[in-house]
């Protein structure tokens, strides 16, 4: 099993920027995908970033390319999703999601993620 915990949400002016964090602990090992999801209020839960841990290779949903950047710590046990230039629709809770390998090859297919975290809020608000 793998535990996910998000943190570094919160409140933030348009423009403005934010780090959120994802720690994974457990079973780490042999995680392939990682990757970040939002949800708003009323919404579908939707990809923002995500990441193939093996290759390195990262993939961005249109609405946040070049503005956010996803990364991982060397240890691999913690994910960042660096936020810059915020939009009010960028305001949603924020999910972690941690997956072992998988045929499934679709960008931001839930199928691929295994581990979920409880998501942390991100307000975008003048």
């Known amino acids: 099993q793998v535990q996910v915990e998000e943190s570094g949400g919160g409140p933030v002016k348009p423009g403005g920027s934010l780090t959120l964090s994802c720690r994974l602990s457990?079973?780490?090992?042999?995680?392939?995908?990682m990757g970040w999801f939002r949800q708003d209020v009323g919404m579908d839960r939707e990809g923002v970033a995500e990441?193939?841990?093996?290759?390195?290779?990262?993939y961005y949903d249109a609405a946040v390319a070049g503005r956010f950047t996803i990364s991982l710590d060397k240890d691999k046990t913690t994910l960042f999703l660096q936020m810059n230039r915020l939009k009010f629709e960028d305001s949603g809770k924020y999910y972690c999601?941690?997956?072992?390998?998988?045929?499934?090859?679709?960008?931001?297919?839930?199928?691929?993620?295994?581990?979920w975290g409880q998501g942390t809020q991100v307000t975008v608000s003048s």
């Open positions: 999601a941690a997956g072992r390998p998988t045929q499934i090859r679709s960008a931001f297919n839930e199928r691929k993620y295994h581990y």
């Open positions: 457990g079973d780490t090992s042999g995680l392939a995908y």
């Open positions: 990441m193939n841990t093996r290759s390195e290779s990262t």
